[in-house]
Nanobody, 122 residues
Framework: QVQLVESGGGLVQPGGSLRLSCAASGRTFSSYNMGWFRQAPGKERAIVASINRSGGYTYYADSVKGRFTISRDNAKNTVYLQMNSLKPEDTAVYYC???????????????WGQGTQVTVSS
């Protein structure tokens, strides 16, 4: 069992930056692949980025490539999402997820955080 708690969301102006964190409970964090998803009102939950157990493999949605960076610190049981050059279309609730699988499908992930709101607006 893994419990995930996101933090770091908020209101930011276009072009600004935010860093999301997701702290995991338990001693098996390094056993899980991790993903960040987002869901905007009226839209389906979609992958933003994912990272494998060791941190040696990462994936980014085309819409965030070059602007967002996913990383993890297994010693701190934490995964991060650094978001730069934010755009209004990045506005959504951001969720972190842990799973034995990895990929773009939310069904591959077994555990989810409660989400953190990111709003990009002037």
């Amino acid at each position: 069992q893994v419990q995930l708690v996101e933090s770091g969301g908020g209101l930011v102006q276009p072009g600004g930056s935010l860093r999301l964190s997701c702290a995991a409970s338990g001693r098996t964090f390094s056993s899980y692949n991790m993903g960040w998803f987002r869901q905007a009102p009226g839209k389906e939950r979609a992958i933003v980025a994912s990272i494998n157990r060791s941190g040696g493999y990462t994936y980014y949605a085309d819409s965030v490539k070059g602007r967002f960076t996913i990383s993890r610190d297994n010693a701190k049981n934490t995964v991060y999402l650094q978001m730069n050059s934010l755009k209004p279309e990045d506005t959504a609730v951001y969720y972190c997820a842990a799973g034995m699988g990895i990929g773009v499908n939310p069904a591959l992930y077994d555990y989810w955080g409660q989400g953190t709101q990111v709003t990009v607006s002037s």
